[in-house]
């Protein structure tokens, strides 16, 4: 079975401070991983996914098969950053259901 | 509003009952998925559905049932409810193929509260 591990409930960090958001995974397969954002009022929403390798709000993610981590990057956070961020696994083998970590809560003081 | 779209927003009923929750796709949006979140199991995949037929299963449990009808809109049923059932429900809908990712559109969600 699948499971998404996001190690940190809450992460606080100062403006302009760099932030990395840990995602460990387990699958057998090759899955797809994905970054999803919660903003204050605002729905869940897709933040990036690993085949893109694009850069969106100055974040970027890398896929580590080796140690099974896509961990989140800023190098400089803002406070609108601040939001609950989960990272998120979808089987690469016919189906499009996601599992989801349980979430951290970045929060991005002035 | 051409997005997800969930009624009702709040829901608070009794242990026993039995609750309705509904969920209509973006427009053109074939895929539907339901997701419980709860504190202490975060977001949780339920159920999808593409097209009205049943395409995936997670952790629903054997009192929650849901279907997707012929104008893709869909509804999950709660019956017997437990406290433990209260939380978020979000649901959200996709294009396209079933057995390849699509990016998911999620809903506002519906909170029930079981008291």
């Known amino acids: 079975a699948q499971r998404v591990t996001q190690p940190e409930k809450l992460l606080s960090v100062f403006k302009g401070a760099p932030v990395e958001l840990k995602c460990n995974y387990s699958?057998?397969?090759?899955?797809?991983l994905f970054w999803y954002v919660q903003y204050s009022r605002q729905r869940l929403q897709l933040l990036l996914r690993?085949?893109s390798r694009e850069s969106i709000k100055g974040f970027t993610a890398d896929l580590n098969k080796g140690e099974t981590s896509f961990h989140l990057k800023k190098p400089f956070a803002q406070e609108e950053d601040s939001a609950m961020y989960y990272c998120?696994?979808?089987?690469?083998?016919?189906?499009?259901?996601?599992?989801f970590g349980k979430g951290t809560m970045l929060l991005v003081s002035p | 509003d051409s997005g997800v779209t969930q009624t009702p927003k709040h829901l608070i009923t009794a242990t026993g009952q039995r609750v309705t929750l509904r969920c209509s796709p973006r427009?053109?949006?074939?895929?539907v998925y339901w997701y419980q979140q709860s504190l202490d199991q975060g977001l949780q995949f339920l159920i999808q559905?593409?097209?009205?037929?049943?395409?995936a299963k997670g952790n629903i449990l054997e009192r929650f049932s849901a279907q997707q009808f012929p104008d893709l809109h869909s509804e999950l049923n709660l019956s017997s409810l437990e406290l433990g059932d209260s939380a978020l429900y979000f649901c959200?809908?996709?294009?396209?193929?079933?057995?390849?990712?699509?990016?998911?559109?999620f809903g506002p969600g519906t909170r029930l509260t079981v008291l």
């Open positions: 690993h085949i």
């Open positions: 959200a809908s996709s294009p396209g193929s079933p057995t390849y990712y699509n990016e998911q559109f």
């Open positions: 559905y593409y097209n009205g037929e049943e395409r």
């Open positions: 427009s053109g949006d074939l895929s």
């Open positions: 998120a696994l979808s089987p690469n083998s016919g189906y499009s259901t996601l599992t």
């Open positions: 699958y057998s397969g090759s899955p797809e």
